[in-house]
């Protein structure tokens, strides 16, 4: 067992249910209520999907190299801590050049990019 993939698996899993918990009632939601024009809302709804899709293939992915049971070969492991880390990467420059006082703990998602990206890195 790989104890790096598994850790990677399951902060990227609290991070996919807090997705479709918090993200949906906190961000979406809002924004599919809002007097925002149909397109923004639609592409918003997409982007909310396309994350949501991403998110639970990679958790499966971490999981499942955690155990060996991947039916392909771990380099995948390497490009997705690639991506979740430019995910940090930009949600860290977005956080500090946004003007939310405070936006680095208000936009908090980064640490679970991050983490998972060390996690992964690090198996």
Same mark, same amino acid.
């Given at each position: 067992?790989?104890?790096?993939?598994? $850790?990677?698996?399951?902060?990227?899993?609290?991070?996919?249910?807090?997705?479709?918990?918090?993200?949906?009632?906190?961000?979406? =939601?809002?924004?599919? *209520?809002?007097?925002?024009?149909?397109?923004?809302?639609?592409?918003?709804?997409?982007?909310?999907?396309?994350?949501?899709?991403?998110?639970?293939?990679?958790?499966?992915?971490?999981?499942?190299?955690?155990?060996?049971?991947?039916?392909?070969?771990? *380099?995948? $492991?390497?490009?997705?801590?690639?991506?979740?880390?430019?995910?940090?990467?930009?949600? $860290?420059?977005?956080?500090?050049?946004?003007?939310? =006082?405070?936006?680095?703990?208000?936009?908090?998602?980064?640490?679970?990019? $991050?983490?998972?990206?060390?996690?992964?890195?690090?198996?």
């Amino acid at each position: 067992m790989n104890t790096f993939y598994l $850790i990677a698996g399951l902060i990227a899993l609290s991070a996919t249910v807090g997705h479709f918990l918090v993200g949906y009632k906190e961000f979406l =939601k809002p924004v599919l *209520d809002s007097n925002t024009g149909p397109i923004p809302q639609q592409v918003m709804r997409s982007l909310f999907h396309y994350m949501s899709i991403f998110q639970i293939f990679s958790t499966l992915t971490f999981l499942l190299a955690a155990f060996n049971k991947l039916p392909f070969h771990t *380099d995948g $492991i390497l490009l997705l801590a690639f991506i979740y880390a430019s995910f940090g990467l930009v949600q $860290i420059y977005v956080a500090l050049t946004s003007k939310i =006082k405070g936006g680095l703990f208000k936009l908090f998602q980064w640490i679970f990019w $991050i983490l998972i990206a060390v996690s992964a890195l690090l198996g």
